[in-house]
């Protein structure tokens, strides 16, 4: 469901960030609410866990999606984002509650979506109004208004900055998201609002990955969701890949084609630039497997040279192979083995072997992209 009565946007993750940064041709992907009878989510729905504690994510019966659109952008952003949720929901599953919270760069819009999402939050009896707005509309870093405040300073500099991510909450049993204004989509900067998609399916993927693991004990969702080159940069070539297939397939939106075009391949040769200009320069000597954490200076390559090692690994075994394979086991055996256990070989090898196909020329590596 869309609620029109507001307009907003942000993109962060409490644990997994993704900051995107959009240039001319090529974008860097780094990382409460409705009424009850609107967005159908009821506290006496919930599905307890067997052990009638909390040591599991609970579950709720029925998971929708939800889109809350801050008041100073237009109504028709939010339903282009629904649509596009919609889509990928039924491209690779809805498994919890999906929040997705749109800032705009008005303050005062802004401070009132704070408001409702923090109303949402005590009417589910999931945190005091009172401590969330000190949290979420204070100055603590990775605050909601932050992503209001993070597009006006973009939208004053005219700079085609933006920001958005998954920001949990397994806890509550919900997907929760927010992202600065979509620059594309709202028609700024001269960005394709095919960029704001491919974002919307680089985060719904993070909700995918989330989705596979029961626990609540944060050490261990930490573990098995991966290294930073797994998270990052399935979602990035999840996003890449599916953008493609749902376009081709007519399923996603119209939206503006900005000033320049955005097609899968071009995106992913981008990466290649960045990756080989990394790889001779700052992050000379390093490999795949070496891309472990968001602290790591080379981390952002988590984002490109990971997206590349998960299409050669989708070269190797097909497209479906993390949805249909690795997530559905990743719980039961922990990471490193289900990778290997999908890989068929050892992380170690896997890396090896990719690395040696990194070293081929831009043509004969672009030509592993076309996988049914």
């Not at 801050?70 to 919609?86: F, R």
């Not at 005062?108 to 945190?127: D, I, N, P, S």
């Not at 993070?150 to 005219?158: F, I, N, T």
Request: net charge negative; hydrophobic share 40%; glycine share 10%.
């Amino acid at each position: 469901m869309v609620d029109l009565g507001m307009l907003s946007l942000r993109v962060g993750q409490v644990g997994l960030a993704c900051l995107c940064a959009l240039a001319a041709g090529l974008l860097s992907s780094c990382a409460t609410t409705l009424p009850l009878e609107d967005s159908e989510i009821a506290t006496v729905d919930r599905i307890a866990d067997p052990g009638g504690g909390v040591e599991e994510v609970p579950l709720w019966e029925d998971p929708g999606i939800d889109v809350y659109v801050a008041d100073d952008l237009p109504p028709e952003l939010g339903e282009i984002i629904q649509e596009t949720l919609e889509v990928a929901s039924e491209e690779w599953g809805l498994y919890w509650p999906v929040e997705y919270w749109i800032f705009g760069v008005n303050e005062t819009a802004g401070m009132q979506l704070v408001t409702k999402f923090c109303e949402r939050r005590e009417e589910l009896a999931q945190w005091n109004f009172d401590d969330c707005m000190e949290r979420e509309a204070g100055s603590e870093q990775h605050s909601m208004i932050e992503y209001q405040q993070l597009g006006a300073e973009a939208l004053d500099a005219g700079e085609p900055f933006g920001t958005a991510g998954w920001n949990g909450a397994p806890d509550w049993g919900i997907h929760r998201f927010a992202s600065t204004q979509p620059w594309g989509l709202t028609g700024n900067m001269g960005i394709p609002g095919d960029e704001d998609l491919k974002t919307l399916l680089h985060e719904y993927w993070h909700a995918v990955q989330n989705s596979f693991i029961p626990t609540l004990d944060q050490g261990v969702r930490d573990d098995l969701m991966g290294p930073v080159w797994f998270v990052e940069g399935s979602a990035e070539y999840m996003a890449q890949y599916g953008h493609r297939k749902l376009a081709s397939e007519g399923r996603l939106p119209s939206v503006p084609e900005g000033d320049w075009p955005f097609t899968f391949e071009s995106q992913m040769e981008n990466k290649l630039v960045t990756v080989d200009e990394a790889f001779s320069g700052e992050c000379e000597g390093r490999d795949l497997v070496s891309i472990e954490s968001y602290e790591d200076p080379c981390s952002y390559l988590g984002y490109e040279l990971g997206a590349w090692a998960i299409a050669y690994l989708a070269y190797l075994s097909g497209p479906d192979i993390l949805l249909e394979e690795f997530h559905p086991i990743v719980a039961d055996l922990g990471w490193r083995e289900a990778f290997e256990e999908v890989a068929g070989t050892s992380l170690e090898d896997f890396s090896a072997e990719f690395m040696l196909f990194m070293d081929q020329s831009t043509e004969e590596r672009l030509e592993i992209l076309n996988v049914e």
